[in-house]
């Protein structure tokens, strides 16, 4: 079955970088993008960015240019994300999640979930 | 980029149905039919439950069901079960420079 693990919970001071991991199992690691998602206790889902592990190339929203950095490495079937001089409205449970859809068809929705990773960002 | 507008909370009774609606622009929600549903669980990751506007997963029940007019999407929950309650989600394929855009979420109570 497909399983999708994240690392545990991080906690940062301002101004650091954390790098959260994603390990995937029960599928074919490089037939599917993986994108990572944020999530503030009690508000919405927020799009940070996707990594294409065939490709390995990674597309980022706007918001975190310059700041995210994805990264996969295939003999273990894992996905990272890096987030550099964190702030503390950084402070929110990040998620990976399976884009369905085998590449190259991708349909745009997240099949799979990460059972997320609260990073805490304070001083 | 703006989130999708979708009501605060909605309630309804054991058995009966209710519906969610998720209202976006021509360049989301009525510009593809790319729209997905989530259902989430308090301390729980999102669950994908509609996808493509009207497509159920393999697994989820056929009491969840999907559709779009215009720039709204609905997500329809019939035969309301007390397993229901939770957070729900509509997400769409946009245009803009961030290719996704989420909606504001719903609160489900089952009376």
């Known amino acids: 079955q497909v399983q999708l693990v994240q690392s545990g919970a991080e906690v940062k001071k301002p101004g650091a970088s954390v790098k959260v991991s994603c390990k995937a199992s029960?599928?074919?690691?490089?037939?599917?993008?993986m994108h990572w998602l944020r999530q503030a206790p009690g508000q919405g889902l927020e799009w940070v960015g996707v990594m294409n592990p065939s490709r390995n190339s990674a597309r980022y929203a706007p918001k975190f240019q310059g700041r995210v950095t994805m990264t996969r490495d295939t003999s273990t079937s894992t996905v990272y994300m890096e987030l550099s001089s964190l702030r503390p409205d950084d402070t929110t449970i990040y998620y990976c999640a399976r884009e369905s859809g085998v590449l190259p068809k991708p349909l745009k929705s997240f099949d799979y979930w990460g059972q997320g990773t609260l990073v805490t960002v304070s001083s | 980029q703006s989130a999708l507008t979708q009501p605060a909370s909605v309630s309804g009774s054991p058995g009966q149905s209710i519906t969610i609606s998720c209202t976006g622009t021509s360049s989301d929600v009525g510009g593809y039919n790319y729209v997905s549903w989530y259902q989430e669980h308090p301390g729980k990751a999102p669950k994908l439950i509609i996808y493509?506007?009207?497509n159920r997963p393999s697994g989820v029940s056929n009491r969840f069901s999907g559709s779009k007019s215009g720039n709204t999407a609905s997500l329809t929950i019939s035969g309301l079960q007390a397993e229901d309650e939770a957070d729900y989600y509509c997400t769409s394929y946009t245009s803009t420079t961030t290719p996704y855009v989420f909606g504001t979420g719903t609160k489900v109570t089952v009376l």
């Open positions: 493509d506007v009207s």
């Open positions: 029960g599928y074919t690691f490089t037939n599917y993008n």
